[in-house]
């Protein structure tokens, strides 16, 4: 592994289904990420970590949930997925000496 | 509330110069980001201001204002392969990155 790696790449889901969106980092940074990518808006945090361990909550939560049992992993989970969630969600993880933020490739989630 | 602006689209020719404004507003600054984006693909780091002044890597400089709460990306030698949404964003008191929307530049031959 190099950097970072997302699974799925894409997923179509049926609304009211759980996923799981995994992320894993090689590079040992402490902090990782969850953002969503809609067209027309900024990138919106999820949640974050800032060392395994811990988690905040960003921007727009509701409805996704994440864990950090270790350094490499920074599983999102949605419960129960609704439309609304269709989006592309990028991982990421930060380098502590400059705090530049490094992405995964993103997932393509489409819930119908 | 916290605010990012940049511009939705700019086009420029192959070989030109471009510059991509960014004023923002946040609650605390803790430094400010320029990002790459193609289509489909992830953003990529491109440069990272925190004190007044340009800072300048190969084709691309990065200007920061902080009184002005004001930075631009310059690309210089316009190539095809600069074609690409810049993503600027701002890094506040909480150490959280808040993010504009994207200037997708289109490059003509």
């Known amino acids: 592994i190099a950097g970072i790696t997302q699974a799925p790449t894409s997923q179509i889901l049926a609304a009211g289904r759980r996923m799981t969106l995994r992320c894993t980092q090689d590079?040992?940074?402490?902090?990782m990420y969850w953002y969503r990518q809609d067209l027309g808006l900024g990138l919106r945090l999820i949640h974050y970590?800032?060392?395994?361990?811990?988690?905040g909550k960003g921007e727009v939560p509701d409805g996704y949930s994440v864990s950090r049992a270790n350094t490499d992993d920074f599983p999102l989970t949605l419960a129960s997925a609704v439309p609304s969630q269709t989006s592309v969600y990028f991982c990421?993880?930060?380098?502590?000496?400059?705090?530049?933020?490094?992405f995964g490739p993103g997932t393509r989630l489409t819930v119908l | 509330g916290q605010n990012i602006d940049q511009p939705t689209e700019m086009t420029a020719t192959e070989g030109a110069i471009v510059q991509i404004n960014c004023t923002y507003q946040?609650?605390?600054?803790?430094?400010l980001f320029w990002y790459q984006q193609h289509a489909g693909e992830a953003p990529t780091f491109l440069s990272y201001?925190?004190l007044d002044g340009l800072e300048e890597k190969g084709r691309f400089s990065s200007f920061l204002s902080r009184s002005k709460g004001y930075s631009y990306l310059l690309l210089k030698e316009l190539q095809m392969k600069d074609s690409a949404s810049y993503l600027c964003?701002?890094?506040?008191?909480?150490?959280?990155?808040?993010w504009g929307a994207g200037t997708k530049l289109i490059i003509k031959p």
């Open positions: 946040t609650s605390g600054f803790n430094g």
């Open positions: 970590s800032n060392t395994a361990g811990t988690t």
């Open positions: 964003a701002v890094m506040d008191s909480n150490y959280q990155l808040i």
């Open positions: 990421a993880s930060s380098d502590s000496t400059t705090d530049t933020q490094y």
């Open positions: 201001n925190v």
């Open positions: 590079m040992r940074h402490n902090a």
